[in-house]
């Protein structure tokens, strides 16, 4: 078993319930309510700016000049699809340039920029990878599944096909590559340290999806 197969396995469960959330769910039928979408994106936007920025500064610290570039090119694609597939949707579902301005990044995405951020900041680079790595292959299984069962004449056919598209796939899977490869080269220890980074990035995008669904954005003061 490769270590990023010993990474799925121990977090099954919570990648199951990913699968099953009420957002996918609706997203795959193309039911998801028009207010619950506008709202994803707008933080999806956000949360993807610092997903760049974590991406850039892990690969600062790669190894060798092929992660460097690997890592530094999905950044620029993470930046690209901010740009293109949200300025899409912003404009289809009405979310102008002002609201998105006006729009508070909500907590969950918040904590998630920021518990990447911290990773890539201080973490070795072998921790970091595994941090940043449920981005990548929770949004590629969620876009396969759901490009699966999906009826023709979905609104929400852009980002299907983005995340379940031959271009996403490469590039998930130089990451699993990277992932193992850091793994194989790391002692015991570091190894736990990656386990701990991915399974909190898997409960981070639980998070993400669940405070789009109920459309939350900071908890009121009790």
């Known amino acids: 078993m490769s270590f990023t197969q010993d990474l799925a396995a121990a977090t099954a469960?919570?990648?199951?319930?990913?699968?099953?959330?009420?957002?996918?769910?609706?997203?795959?039928?193309?039911?998801?309510?028009?207010?619950?979408f506008q709202?994803?994106?707008?933080?999806?936007?956000?949360?993807l700016e610092g997903f760049a920025r974590a991406?850039?500064?892990?690969?600062?610290?790669?190894?060798?000049p092929d992660a460097v570039a690997q890592l530094s090119g999905?950044?620029?694609?993470?930046?690209a699809v901010e740009r293109q597939l949200h300025?899409?949707?912003?404009?289809?579902?009405?979310?102008?340039?002002?609201?998105?301005?006006?729009?508070?990044?909500?907590?969950?995405?918040?904590?998630?920029v920021a518990f990447l951020l911290r990773t890539a900041a201080l973490a070795d680079f072998a921790e970091s990878v595994a941090a940043l790595l449920p981005c990548f292959w929770i949004y590629r299984d969620v876009g396969h599944e759901i490009a699966r069962i999906?009826?023709?004449?979905?609104?929400?056919?852009?980002?299907?096909?983005?995340?379940?598209g031959e271009a996403f796939d490469e590039a998930v899977?130089?990451?699993?590559?990277?992932?193992?490869?850091?793994?194989?080269?790391?002692?015991?220890?570091?190894?736990?340290?990656?386990?701990?980074?991915?399974?909190?990035?898997?409960w981070h995008e639980w998070r993400f999806w669940d405070s789009a669904w109920h459309q939350q954005g900071w908890p009121a003061p009790a």
């Not at 699968?19 to 795959?28: G, K, Q, S, V």
Request: charged share 20%; aromatic share 10%; glycine share 6%.
């Open 13 to 36: 469960t919570l990648r199951k319930q990913i699968h099953d959330m009420p957002f996918n769910r609706a997203l795959a039928d193309g039911s998801l309510p028009k207010d619950a």
């Open 55 to 64: 991406l850039a500064l892990t690969a600062a610290k790669a190894p060798d």
């Open 173 to 202: 899977s130089r990451m699993l590559a990277l992932v193992d490869r850091s793994a194989d080269a790391s002692d015991a220890a570091t190894r736990v340290r990656m386990h701990r980074a991915f399974a909190k990035g898997c």
């Open 150 to 164: 999906s009826p023709e004449g979905n609104p929400f056919a852009a980002w299907i096909d983005t995340y379940s």
């Open 39 to 47: 709202g994803y994106i707008v933080q999806d936007a956000h949360y």
């Open 74 to 79: 999905s950044a620029a694609g993470a930046i």
């Open 87 to 112: 300025a899409h949707y912003m404009g289809l579902f009405g979310v102008s340039a002002e609201r998105f301005t006006a729009t508070e990044v909500s907590a969950a995405c918040d904590h998630y």
